[in-house]
């Protein structure tokens, strides 16, 4: 079997088109390198990415220089850097493509989660990865750079503690039912390069994406919980009744998220159920709604048609909210990529290369220069966020397009 037809055979095998046969053969590939090529599974996240990127140039090389020679039945060189260490299994295992650029790291999903930690100084020609780091603005204006504050307790805000404990901004209310707090709003933070972790006074759990804001009050009251976001968040809302007369069955608090995107119509979204994730960037071409866990109503702010007025989703679905106000719900959306970014990954399905651009500039604080035109290719993979800006370009490459850091910028070269 020719290199050529050995990549053929992965891309039918990833696209699930392969015959029983064919894929019987990937997997005893597969089972061959776990068994036996320990170097690999000793690398970290950085080596092999840096690894991925001479294997496939090596392949790439490979198929021009061989099939000149000797045509399409020409087997693998067996003097290859990459076929002396690895073999033939761990080229399987990459699932290495040159004409779409596909490509795998080999950890199991539940490895792949990468606290982001990073205490080296800023390198020339390169961006750190973000770390979680939030502006907190309280009520009377006064803001708390959370990264420099020690743990323990900031502010008193209403009958509200405000309390950071290590990477989490915490809210422990501690006013009477009969006599419930004025009402007092902080804003929550992050800069391009930023994520943070927010517990409300409910006990909901929030987590910020890079470039996002959410405005909420120190404590809950009244017959709603109403908060308002910008850019992305994750939400855990934890379920909340207020008390009612003897015999009565106990009222649920709604909780409900304003939307906010500047230059466009937002929404409104009121959960009846718990785990979700909202989109709104205003550089996105929708605002995005993605159910994880319950149920969910979302409402354009002014909608253009009457049927389309509010649509209630599923978990595994998606409310997209265009330009001009109109929703499109989506089925059996991938939940996993979609949160991914809160679990320390880029993960991408066939996504669009400038969309993944644009990611890239919102968590290493830089900004994309296209030198000529925007590139079409797609690219699919995992890649962990703690990762530097210049290794994750490395492997980005594989899709066949240059880039290049400079002072704060990705030039991109198709």
Known sequence: MSISQIKSLLDRYIAGNVTSQEQKLVEQWLEENSQHNTEWQLMNNKDKAIWLLELYHDINDSITNKEAEEGNDSLIDPSLPWYKKFWLPVAAMLIVSIGTGIYYFLLPRHERTVPVSVTVPPLQNDALPGTNKAILTLDNGKTILLDDSQDGV???QGGTAVRKQGENLMYNAKGSADKPAPAVFNTLTTPRGGQYKLVLSDGSKVWLNASSSIRYPASFAGDERKVEITGEVYFEISHLTA???????????????????????????????????????????????????????????????????????????????????????????????????????????????????????????????????????????????????????????????????????IIVNP
């Open 243 to 409: 008390e009612t007369s003897k015999g009565k069955a106990a009222k649920r608090i709604p909780f409900k998220v304003k939307i906010n995107t500047p230059g466009r119509n937002g929404a409104e979204v009121e959960v009846l159920g718990t785990h979700f994730n909202i989109n709104a960037y205003d550089d996105e071409d929708a605002i995005s709604t993605t159910l994880l866990e319950g149920s969910i109503k979302i409402s354009p702010s002014k909608p253009k048609e009457k049927s389309l007025e509010a649509v209630i989703i599923k978990p595994g679905q998606q409310a997209r909210l265009n330009k001009t106000g109109s929703l499109q719900l989506l089925k059996d959306v991938n939940l996993e990529e979609t949160v991914a970014w809160k679990n320390g990954l880029f993960m991408m399905s066939s996504a669009a290369i400038p969309a993944v651009l644009r990611q890239l500039a919102r968590w290493y604080d830089v900004d994309i220069v296209y030198d000529n035109g925007i590139p079409e290719g797609r690219i699919t993979g995992d890649i962990p966020r703690d990762m530097n800006l210049s290794e994750v370009l490395k492997v980005m490459e594989l899709s066949g397009v240059h880039f290049k850091i400079d002072n704060k910028k």
């Open 154 to 156: 900031l502010a008193k």
